[in-house]
């Protein structure tokens, strides 16, 4: 039976298995992704490996793309790559198998992925076995498709309850939520979610975003362009700060477990969100 205890976006994770050493996530090594000569440093050797951002010394700010590998993709990736950005994606089980050539791309470019489900049911209305056959079911075709296993996990909808904590830890996994939306899937207006994510960022910030919402993805490289002007570093989760060590089923960033429904940032659910979603094309 269903636990009727609701634990959403609450609190923190003091489930007492939690005593294993932190996953191997964050020791992940980034995929080669030399910077491209034009940025180098005229001294650096042009086979130099670009240096890791130390988001405790710069600002740094985290966008992360759910549902993918999203039909727009691999535009996404140029201009990421342009602007010597990394990212986190969320992928989703049923994407990566329909467009195994994005998810490829993804993880080439050195970006983090994480486990986003298969088929993006509420974690909070499934049985603990379905949470378990969900994430298992996107950990093997991810492996399978880009050879590498996300190493966290990212709830649909940002819902989460004890059943889908006790299988993180099981799978020795951390939560990743967000603490800025950009309500990108419900404006679909490039002026929108370009002032949503500019309200929303701050120093080590986790944005979501949508690489399935077109305009997301035309309106990325102002939005890139003026992050870097107010002096933010664009990296992966796994780069910032307090992502350094988490624990299985280890909720972060904390400030998303406090005290607003997060749901609210993401699809609802509701078919009509997701009227552009990749299964249009898939
Ligand atoms: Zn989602």
Redesign the pocket.
């Known amino acids: 039976m269903k636990s009727p205890i609701r634990i959403v976006l609450a609190g923190g994770c003091a489930l007492g298995l939690l005593s294993a050493p932190a996953a191997a996530w964050a020791e992940q090594p980034a995929a080669a992704a030399p910077k491209p000569a034009a940025t180098a440093k005229p001294t650096a050797k042009p086979t130099a490996k670009p240096k890791p951002v130390d988001c405790t010394k710069v600002k740094c700010i985290a966008l992360t793309f759910?549902?993918g590998p999203g039909k727009y993709a691999d535009k996404l990736l140029a201009t990421l790559k342009k602007h010597d950005a990394k990212a986190t994606f969320?992928l989703?089980g049923q994407y990566v198998k329909s467009r195994p050539k994005l998810a490829k791309q993804i993880v080439d470019a050195g970006h983090d992925i994480g486990n986003?489900?298969y088929s993006?049911p509420k974690f909070t209305e499934t049985s603990i076995d379905e949470i378990r056959e969900e994430l298992q079911k996107t950990q093997d075709i991810v492996k399978k498709v880009t050879g590498r296993y996300p190493t966290t996990i990212?709830p649909?909808?940002g819902l989460l309850d004890d059943d889908t904590k006790t299988v993180a830890a099981e799978m020795k996994m951390p939560i990743i939520l967000w603490n800025g939306g950009s309500r990108d899937w419900a404006t679909r207006n490039e002026k929108a979610i370009y002032d949503e994510v500019l309200k929303n960022a701050k120093r080590d910030g986790v944005i979501l975003m949508?690489d399935w919402v077109a305009q997301t993805v035309t309106v990325m490289p102002k939005l890139l362009t003026e992050l870097k002007k107010q002096g933010y570093h664009l990296v992966a989760v796994s780069s910032l700060p307090g992502a350094k060590a988490l624990k299985p089923a280890e909720v972060f960033p904390v400030s998303a477990a406090a005290d607003k429904d997060l749901s609210t940032d993401?699809?609802t659910g509701d078919p009509d969100d997701f009227a552009e979603s990749p299964a249009d094309d898939s």
Request: a negative charge; glycine letters at 0%.
């Open positions: 759910d549902d969320f989703e986003h489900s993006h990212r649909p909808y949508h993401s699809p």
